[in-house]
């Protein structure tokens, strides 16, 4: 009885230690890198970036190709008639 008390523990002991080297782990670099994303420079940075590529999509003269422009069109319409679709019901 007294090997079986002890096998019991150092298997609980495994299990634990395990958990805790694999979930414990992923979870804290999963908030290690969200809080390196949401930090204020990063946002900063990202706005910066995304001003500049606003600027440079202004400043061309074709914003959007003819095809993307038709494709974009069309499943504008498709939406439309869904939400038109889904009202009357």
């Given amino acids: 009885m007294k ?13 634990v230690l395990g958990f805790q080297l694999t979930f414990n782990y992923a979870s804290k670099k999963i908030e290690r890198q969200m809080d390196n994303i ?6 900063d940075s990202f706005k910066n970036v ?23 069109k069309t499943f504008i319409d498709k939406i439309k008639i869904d939400l038109y679709k889904n009202n009357l019901k």
């Fill in 3 to 15: 090997i079986f008390i002890y096998k019991t523990l150092i298997i609980f002991f495994l299990i």
């Fill in 38 to 43: 949401t930090s204020k420079e990063n946002i």
């Fill in 50 to 72: 995304l001003r500049l590529q606003m600027k440079e999509a202004i400043e061309k003269e074709d914003f959007i190709k003819k095809e993307d422009a038709e494709l974009i």
